[in-house]
């Protein structure tokens, strides 16, 4: 059976903002044996971002925006890192061991990146150059609220690598009803701006790349209001942007 490594949402989204959801799913091939983990674990927010693609996929239907998602554990193959980087295929996360990414051989590891990373990376490439107008990337997370044993605070963080546009703009406008925070829980020294750098700041993109703490999307209800705020603060600071471009522009 041939695999497909990634699956694009709302095909034929006008918007020019691309959604970008590199670890919607937890399925784990079933020739990888769930890579040695429990199921429990292997079903757990180290396997995937629970609630992100539920919410990618309610921004993508209000905006009418394409979405991009990957259809396969980040334990196989994590599409937010370059093949070169130690976590692509993790061996330990949080506090869980993955042994079946234990002494991957040289041949096992480019197999994963033919197999998963190359057709992700592809198609996101192919999709943003078919925008009519300027690209806007937008990547959605989650995130755990307790990591390691500590509780984190942060409830959305809005993360950038150096092109700060997008997440100042997101930051001004985001509601005080939730605690939002620049580049928190993670930031670019963790890694994690990989699609942001090869797809946005390499083409001048305007980009961010949005965590969730999971426990705001615990439902489809709740999905849908973060969802909502979410939509709400991404264009309302892109009217923003444009503007000031335009009066800069005209100056």
């Not at 399925?27 to 396997?47: C, R, T, W």
Request: with cysteine.
């Amino acid at each position: 059976m041939t695999e497909t490594a990634v699956n694009v949402y709302n095909t034929n989204g006008q918007h020019r903002v691309v959604l970008v959801c590199e670890h919607a799913s937890a399925v784990i091939p079933e020739h990888y044996n769930n890579l040695g983990l429990d199921q429990d674990v292997a079903k757990s927010h180290i396997a995937w971002d629970p609630g992100a693609k539920t919410t990618a996929r309610l921004i993508a239907d209000q905006l009418d925006a394409v979405l991009v998602e990957g259809t396969v554990s980040r334990l196989i193959y994590d599409c937010n890192r370059p093949p070169d980087a130690s976590d692509a295929m993790i061996v330990r996360s949080e506090i869980y061991d993955v042994p079946g990414n234990v002494g991957i051989s040289a041949t096992e590891r480019q197999h994963r990146v033919n197999t998963y990373y190359q057709p992700f990376k592809n198609k996101l490439t192919n999709l943003l150059s078919q925008r009519a107008t300027n690209p806007v990337l937008v990547t959605v997370h989650s995130f755990t609220p307790v990591y390691q044993g500590v509780r984190r605070d942060v409830e959305i963080g809005l993360l950038h690598d150096e092109d700060t546009r997008l997440a100042d703009a997101m930051l001004s406008t985001a509601s005080a009803a939730f605690n939002v925070r620049l580049n928190e829980p993670y930031g670019p020294e963790d890694g994690v701006t990989h699609t942001l750098k090869l797809h946005g700041l390499k083409n001048q993109y305007l980009n961010i790349m949005i965590e969730l703490r999971n426990d705001l999307l615990c439902d489809d209800s709740a999905c849908k209001s973060i969802a909502s705020h979410l939509n709400h603060w991404l264009t309302k600071s892109l009217d923003r942007l444009e503007n000031a471009s335009q009066e800069g522009a005209e100056a």
